[in-house]
């Protein structure tokens, strides 16, 4: 399974919280490279990050479906 976390979205979204920011994807051959900022706000465009996740209804709904309790 890569990512469970990106699945619970559509199966649970309201265990994650979003906001609206800009990103960018840092680029070129450094140690940083593929690291993903968030940008102070601005005039362009934003899309829905998330920022944070309840960590124990998380596990508790990935442990019920890999067990199938």
């Known amino acids: 399974m890569h990512d469970p976390l990106a699945l619970v979205v559509l199966l ?26 968030i940008l ?5 465009q934003s899309i829905h990050v998330a920022s944070a996740v309840d960590g124990p ?3 508790k709904l990935f442990l019920s479906r890999i067990l199938e309790e």
């Open 40 to 44: 102070s706000s601005g005039d362009s």
């Open 12 to 37: 649970d979204a309201p265990l994650l919280d979003f906001i609206s920011a800009r990103v960018e994807v840092v680029k070129g051959n450094g140690w940083d490279r593929g690291v993903t900022r």
């Open 57 to 59: 209804r998380f596990l």
